[in-house]
């Protein structure tokens, strides 16, 4: 039977953070300095963090109790916005036109005084509360705000400045709604700005801030109606999302900020909250329950009470550039749920089981061009990738291993080593040159991605054609998440096509135009610890001879040392067609071989293959 944590428990984990923060702030409760190097935008901003974020998880405390018994955790945050907006206060605020992570943090500030509204805005002085305004307004006619989920800092900021009578800009409002709409794409996905990012943004920000910002006093009448459209959008991305979370609860491993870790779960509560139809309420908080329980099963927070930069332990490698240390206290997105009482559905209704804890699963879903593959027997939800890469169609970038690789799992984490951003080589195929030089996918266009069903015999198809090309990145990066930008050489033109069905990937590859430079053909698989319960898999099922080896990587997976990845290098010859078996699979479920179970290939026509696949099943699909 399954059984979630119950809300008290999840109360009692939300003060424990908010206990292992507070110890850390500032004077008069302003900043929230955790322990840790400085992050990319200094100290100060750093404690600005500290008290935006764990403000979130304050203000959904307080809002759920009602203000009952939460006396100690008002006064310090209301302390602290004092101080916050006083010009004289030795840790005041960095201000929304002196750095513009402030605009990010102050999105927060404005939600949560909203939710709290009777317990801390009502109560301010009045002087405190004109300095508040003071300092939100600077986000009135700014127009630097990043055209990405950005936009919804200053959405939100103006809403609660319109209904404390501070100065707003209807102009403004009407353009980031605009902006937020353009981002839409099929099926309720939107892209977070106008590349092909795709990611875990997609729930934590774009579909999250609308169902809290409807929410909003004075949001009403700003909405014009467009909830319910904002609803059903959510509601149709959460039947894929949902089968996006592991047995284990394990969220997938893919996109950038993955130190935010559980608020992966944010989407789930946004459902319950609004109250989509399609999903049912024990579903969302089960969903919700697996992902949060999924680290705090891990050790997470640490032993101090502190979230650290990483995954299920601190790992520096994985935050982006600009994080400090209190950069990952936006996980408290997942923990949405404590602000809801405790008489509300989601937290009445009995558990119902995720998909991947009901059967396989086997999904396509169009907007980022992934095949979802999940299997019951091991838990583990994989996907494929054709349409993903945090960039432009046709662009020239390196692959980010965060985007951009064919594959991602609920089990494994893409190499993010200095090297994973120049020299693509788990989950891809890539043309290297003469030195050895991998070339990038990043720009590719998507040809397919769709279910075909034959009787017992479905399978995933999804495939791409890519003008591979080999990059010399420039000395000076972004380091946000994208591919790096430098001078690119064409390599030559592969067409991947995906065969999905359960653990297995059969990846046919076409070659085409190839460079003069290029000397052979790489296709890599899944990254796995070497000490650990999954095999990852690699068999020449058709093509010229091929050289198998394994790569080690070590510093290189939140996951941790050492990783393998199994390669099959190819000869590069124009005309070839490559076809691969790509398993991931847990130990104990292999044959007693410790061999996936072997595939047959039939080339029924110039266009169509027969496979049988390790279960035995039998699919005839059009590869062209």
Same mark, same amino acid.
């Given at each position: ?73 008002? =006064?310090?945050?209301?302390? $602290?916005?004092?101080?916050? %907006? !006083?010009? /004289? &206060?030795? *840790? #005041? ?125 004075? =949001?009403?009448?700003?909405? $014009?109606?467009?909830?319910? %459209? !904002?609803? /059903? &959008?959510? *509601? #149709? ?139 019951? &027997? ?247």
């Amino acid at each position: 039977m399954l059984a979630d944590r119950n809300r008290q428990e999840w109360v009692a984990y939300a003060d424990r953070l908010l206990a292992g923060a507070l110890r850390w702030a500032s004077p008069n409760h302003a900043r929230i300095e955790v322990p840790g190097a400085p992050g990319g935008y200094g100290s100060d901003v750093d404690g600005l963090e500290g008290f935006a974020r764990t403000f979130l998880l304050a203000g959904f405390r307080i809002a759920g109790a009602q203000g009952e018994g939460v006396d100690e955790l008002v =006064a310090a945050y209301t302390r $602290g916005i004092v101080a916050g %907006v !006083d010009p /004289a &206060a030795p *840790d #005041r605020w960095v201000r929304l036109d002196e750095h513009p992570q402030a605009k990010v943090e102050a999105a927060s500030i404005a939600l949560i005084l909203d939710l709290t509204r009777p317990w801390i805005w009502d109560r301010l002085d009045r002087v405190t509360q004109d300095r508040v305004v003071d300092y939100l307004a600077p986000a009135v006619g700014d127009q630097s705000y990043p055209r990405t989920n950005w936009l919804w800092f200053r959405l939100v900021v103006q809403t609660f400045l319109r209904s404390v009578g501070g100065p707003w800009s209807r102009a403004d409002v009407d353009a980031d709604l605009a902006l937020h709409d353009s981002f839409s794409r099929a099926a309720g996905w939107s892209s977070d700005g106008e590349e092909r990012s795709f990611d875990h943004y997609v729930g934590w920000a774009l579909h999250l801030y609308p169902v809290l910002w409807s929410r909003m006093q004075g =949001a009403e009448d700003l909405a $014009g109606g467009r909830t319910a %459209v !904002d609803v /059903a &959008a959510l *509601d #149709r991305y959460l039947q894929d999302a949902v089968c996006l979370v592991g047995a284990d609860g394990a969220p997938l491993l893919q996109g950038r900020s993955l130190i935010y870790r559980f608020a992966a779960a944010a989407p789930f509560w946004a459902g319950a909250l609004a109250g989509v139809p399609s999903l049912s309420p024990g579903l969302l908080r089960h969903a919700a329950d697996a992902v949060t329980g999924h680290f705090a099963d891990h050790g997470v927070p640490d032993d101090r009470g502190l979230l650290t930069m990483g995954w299920h332990h601190e790992w520096r490698t994985l935050a982006q550039s600009y994080s400090g240390p209190a950069s990952p206290y936006w996980a408290v997105k997942g923990l949405l749920g404590i602000a809801l009482p405790a008489d509300h559905p989601v937290w009445t209704a009995p558990v119902e089981a995720l998909p991947i804890e009901q059967g396989d699963v086997l999904r396509s879903v169009e907007a980022p061009g992934w095949i979802i593959s999940g299997t019951r &027997a091991d838990g583990i939800v994989r996907i494929v990738n054709h349409g993903t890469d945090h960039a432009l169609e046709a662009d020239t970038v390196t692959d980010s291993p965060l985007y951009a690789r064919l594959g991602y799992s609920t089990a494994t984490s893409p190499l993010l080593d200095e090297d994973a951003w120049t020299e693509p080589l788990e989950q891809s195929v890539a043309i290297l040159d003469e030195v050895g030089r991998a070339s990038h996918r990043a720009g590719m266009t998507t040809l397919r991605c769709e279910v075909e069903s034959d009787g017992p015999g479905r399978v995933g198809v999804a495939a791409s054609r890519v003008h591979a090309h080999w990059v010399a990145p420039d000395a000076d990066q972004q380091r946000h998440g994208s591919g790096w930008r430098g001078a690119s050489v064409p390599a030559g033109e592969l067409v991947v096509t995906s065969l999905v069905r359960g653990p297995w990937e059969l990846r046919v590859v076409r070659v085409a135009g190839l460079s003069d430079a290029a000397t052979s053909l790489r296709v890599g698989g899944w990254p796995v610890l070497a000490t650990g319960a999954l095999t990852s898999t690699l068999t020449p099922i058709e093509g010229p001879p091929a050289r198998a080896t394994t790569v080690v990587r070590t510093g290189s997976s939140p996951l941790g040392d050492p990783v393998h990845v199994p390669v099959l290098t190819y000869p590069a010859r124009t005309d070839d067609v490559i076809v691969t078996l790509v398993g991931l699979e847990r130990v104990d479920i292999l044959s007693p071989t410790g061999a996936p179970a072997p595939v047959t290939l039939v080339h029924e026509s110039d266009d169509r293959v027969r496979v049988t696949w390790p279960d035995g099943a039998t699919t005839s699909t059009c590869i062209a």
